[in-house]
Structure formats: C-alpha cells, structure tokens
C-alpha cells in the first residue's frame, strides 16, 4: 500500500470530518436535524478503522488472519465511539433525555458501519493479496 495516498486518505477524511462539524455546529444542523450527527459518525469510524489498519499495515508486525482483522476494527471502532459518548456526556456536550438512548445506540452503530468501511476500503487498497491478511 502506498503510504502516500493512504495518509492523504487519512488527512482528507479528517478534514472532511473537521469542516462538516463545524459546518453542521455553526448553523445548528446537530440541533436542527437529529440525524445530521450519524454523518460524522460514519466518516469518524471510518477514519478511526484506516488509522488503526494504517498501523497494523505498515508495522507489519502481527500476522492475524482476515477474520481477526476484522473483528479488531470492529471492536477499534466500537471502543472510540464509546469512548467518544462518555467524553460528550462527561463534559456536558449532550444531557440526558428521553431521545440520549436512541441517539447514542445509533451514533455507535455508525461508528462501528464506518469503521467496516474502512476495512473493505483498505483491503481494496492493498497493493498485494498478503498485504493485510497472512
């Protein structure tokens, strides 16, 4: 895999993720349209699954086979979204109401959606059939 066009990849979503919050924080669109938020979360999954793939890739230290792979970025994904929605309670971005359930159960599924995606798309990436699994 061509580290170049990976971490442009990588920077390029980030960016993406950075001005669609802003866009989204600034005209009120997470307040406005409820689900607006799942679209950060899909590239935020996304992005977290290439960055922890990126890693395994190029340290080329672990030899797991496609199925653990997957799994792994399942459970990446999974944990920052967690993680993320302990941080925006923790510190008073979201209170609790009668939508919080529904809302945090949805924006983890996304997270886990983006970070499969980012699996498929890094396994399309690969240069060589062994590049990610053995």
Do not use: C, Q
């Amino acid at each position: 895999m061509n580290r170049k066009v990976y971490f442009g990849i990588l920077l390029l979503l980030i960016l993406l993720i950075a001005i669609t919050h802003n866009i989204a924080t600034e005209h009120y669109l997470y307040w406005k349209y409820l689900w607006s938020d799942l679209v950060v979360h899909l590239f935020s999954g996304l992005w977290v699954a290439l960055v922890g793939l990126g890693i395994f890739v190029f340290s080329r230290k672990d030899k797991s086979g496609i199925m653990r792979i997957l799994f792994s970025t399942i459970i990446l994904s999974l944990s920052i979204g967690i993680l993320w929605e302990v941080f925006e309670y923790s510190v008073g971005i979201i209170s609790f109401s009668k939508w919080y359930v529904p809302d945090t159960i949805s924006d983890i599924i996304m997270d886990m959606i983006g970070g499969i995606a980012g699996f498929f798309i890094a396994l399309g990436l690969r240069k060589e059939p062994e590049e990610i699994v053995n």
